[in-house]
């Protein structure tokens, strides 16, 4: 069985860093890429970032270009997410999802996800 | 990047009825070279995170059931539930995976009449 269960999420304050973690199990990790996912309160979906299997293929959404990195290591079955220089937007709960193969995959199995609350 | 817009924002249908949810996206995700659109549909029921239901425009994920159907091309796209249920009431999305960053439509709420 397929299982994605983040962490790391919690108060942060404007301006300063949490990293968020995603261990994965019930599936050969190093043969997908993964994603981060989020959901402002009482809000839509918002993909943040996606790392193929290899971190060969990465990629960020404008809002969080230069603040956030994405990072997997496979060895550990995990993905993470730094996240730099907080704002209050991006309050959010954060998804950690597997694609269905490649990088440009539909998105199959996702976790619960963590809360992250940014504010003083 | 490619924006995609959701129509209508809700909808409340009776039970046993069809629901139509149709999905624009900005640019075609239509990939030449392998002939797919690089379009998916999620279901989000309240407290639970997203669930795939329709990926390729219109291949359906294994088991969901198959009163959810999905079609379209290029830039135009529609989910349709044949019979709406009740454990259909939810939120759909539609995603694009074609190009970074692989933006969702805004959402479409789903309800009994």
């Known amino acids: 069985e397929v299982q994605l269960v983040e962490s790391g999420g919690g108060l942060g304050q404007p301006g300063r860093s949490l990293r968020l973690s995603c261990a994965a199990s019930?599936?050969?990790?190093?043969?997908?890429?993964m994603h981060w996912v989020r959901q402002a309160p009482g809000k839509g979906l918002e993909w943040v970032s996606g790392?193929?299997?290899?971190?060969?293929?990465?990629g960020y959404a404008d809002s969080v270009k230069g603040r956030f990195t994405i990072s997997r290591d496979n060895a550990k079955n995990s993905l993470y997410l730094q996240m730099n220089s907080l704002r209050a937007d991006d309050t959010a709960l954060y998804y950690c999802?597997?694609?269905?193969?490649?990088?440009?995959?539909?998105?199959?199995?996702w976790g619960q996800g963590t809360l992250v609350t940014v504010s003083s | 990047d490619i924006v995609m817009t959701q129509s209508p924002d809700s909808l409340a249908v009776s039970l046993g009825e069809r629901a139509t949810i149709n999905c624009k996206s900005s640019?075609?995700?239509?990939?030449?070279?392998?002939?797919?659109?690089?379009l998916a549909w999620y279901q989000q029921k309240p407290g639970q995170p997203p669930k795939l239901l329709i990926y390729?425009?219109?291949t359906r994920e294994s088991g969901v059931p198959d009163r959810f159907s999905g079609s379209g091309s290029e830039t135009d796209f529609t989910l349709t539930i044949s019979s709406l249920q009740a454990e259909d009431v939810a939120v759909y999305y539609c995603?694009?995976?074609?190009?970074?960053?692989?933006?969702f439509g805004p959402g479409t709420k789903v309800d009994i009449k």
């Open positions: 995603q694009q995976y074609y190009s970074t960053p692989f933006t």
């Open positions: 390729w425009a219109s």
């Open positions: 019930g599936f050969t990790f190093n043969d997908y890429a």
């Open positions: 640019q075609s995700v239509l990939y030449s070279s392998n002939n797919k659109n690089y």
């Open positions: 790392i193929s299997w290899n971190s060969g293929s990465i």
């Open positions: 999802a597997k694609a269905k193969g490649d990088y440009g995959d539909p998105l199959d199995y």
